[in-house]
């Protein structure tokens, strides 16, 4: 059996994971989160640099931690989209090194199915269909999942605006939290009243889209709020924006497995670490007879150990390598796990 190195440098994170036939070897994750705070969200040309400095350190802490040398390994995948472009290139060009001169395989994958294939680690191959909702900072989707590998996954609806993630980053913003905001607004959210300020539920009403997502309409709620509001209860603000969101993503998340008459939701990406989002989705499932399925938090925000997860499954199903030459794509949307 292989041992397929997962290399992950699309944004602010370099992560390295090393998986062989879904178990979860070794990894290593390094973060240039702290250089971005001061600028309020990700400058790319910093944590491009910080890829740079990072990527070697980070090969050999996963392989150290997984107790292997670059000879067990196999084959390589890399993040080769979506993603910020000289972030991408970093990982691309480290996998590309690696993959020459150790005469293996390369698999370029799409960034969004690595968070999916994430779920694997914890609980297993995927039922043979599934409803996917993917929250991150840059996406937020709801899908239709097959295989992962195989064949095209489904868009059942994408965000018309901001993606969820965005929207936690910016309210934190406008309620003084530091980045990135969601961790922030889940801690703060835990002193306050989830109900003390009854936020817009987006595109919720009978005349729209079932499952269409937008955020940018409930931001703009919570600022209007704050600056109408001269004695702000910020845990309240907080929880009750937080109250909002998971209460939309949840019950459209819903919606869509009843619609596809489908028995497993998986959450998964930066905003399925929320603890309110994990605990009202569990809640729902468990009332709807579903089954839900959400990776341990380290596992939802970007790391190395998802994209060597959907390496593994790309090796495993027998895929064809992408050629040496595969390059990055940055805005490309999620159709298939494997890009050439
Ligand atoms: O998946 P991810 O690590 O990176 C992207 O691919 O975008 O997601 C990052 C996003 C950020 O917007 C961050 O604020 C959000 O996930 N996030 C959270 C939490 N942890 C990370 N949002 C809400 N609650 C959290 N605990
Ligand atoms: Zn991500």
Do not use: W
């Given at each position: ?167 936690f980053d910016k309210v934190a913003r406008i309620l003084g939290l530091p980045y990135p905001g969601g961790?922030a607004i ?52 907080a ?102």
């Amino acid at each position: 059996m292989t041992v397929v190195m997962g290399i992950e440098t699309s944004c602010d994170e370099t992560g390295v994971g090393l998986v062989r036939d879904g178990v979860l070897l070794g990894q290593a994750l390094a973060s240039s989160m702290e250089e971005h705070v001061r600028f309020g969200g990700v400058v790319p040309e910093i944590a491009a640099r910080a890829h740079v400095h990072a990527i070697v350190p980070t090969i050999r802490a996963a392989l150290d931690d997984a107790h292997l040398e670059l000879s067990d390994v196999g084959a390589i995948a890399v993040t080769t989209g979506p993603g910020l472009a000289t972030a991408l290139h970093v990982g691309v060009a480290a996998a590309k090194a690696l993959a020459i001169a150790a005469g293996i395989p390369l698999y370029g994958v799409h960034h969004l199915a690595g968070h999916a294939a994430a779920d694997t680690l914890d609980h297993g191959p995927l039922p043979e269909r599934s409803i996917g909702l993917i929250v991150s900072g840059g996406h937020t989707s709801l899908l239709h999942v097959r295989d992962l590998t195989r064949t095209p996954i489904e868009h059942l609806s994408d965000t018309l605006d901001d993606a969820a993630g965005e929207a936690f980053d910016k309210v934190a913003r406008i309620l003084g939290l530091p980045y990135p905001g969601g961790p922030a607004i889940d801690r703060i959210a835990k002193e306050g009243d989830r109900t003390a300020i009854r936020f817009p539920r987006p595109l919720s009403g009978s005349g729209d889209p079932a499952l269409g997502f937008s955020f940018s309409g409930l931001k703009t709620a919570v600022a209007r709020y704050v600056e109408k509001t001269p004695d702000l209860d910020v845990a309240d603000t907080a929880a009750s924006f937080q109250e909002a969101v998971a209460d939309v993503l949840t019950s459209k998340a819903l919606r869509a497995c009843r619609d596809q008459r489908v028995e497993t939701l998986v959450v998964v990406g930066g905003v399925a670490a929320n603890s309110r989002v994990r605990g009202l989705a569990q809640e729902r499932c468990d009332a709807a007879g579903i089954e839900l399925r959400v990776p341990r938090m380290s596992l939802c925000t970007d790391n190395g150990a998802m994209i060597a997860a959907i390496g593994d499954l790309l090796v495993r199903d027998g895929a064809k390598a992408s050629s040496l030459d595969v390059t990055i794509h940055p805005t490309i949307e999620l159709q298939t796990a494997q890009l050439f």
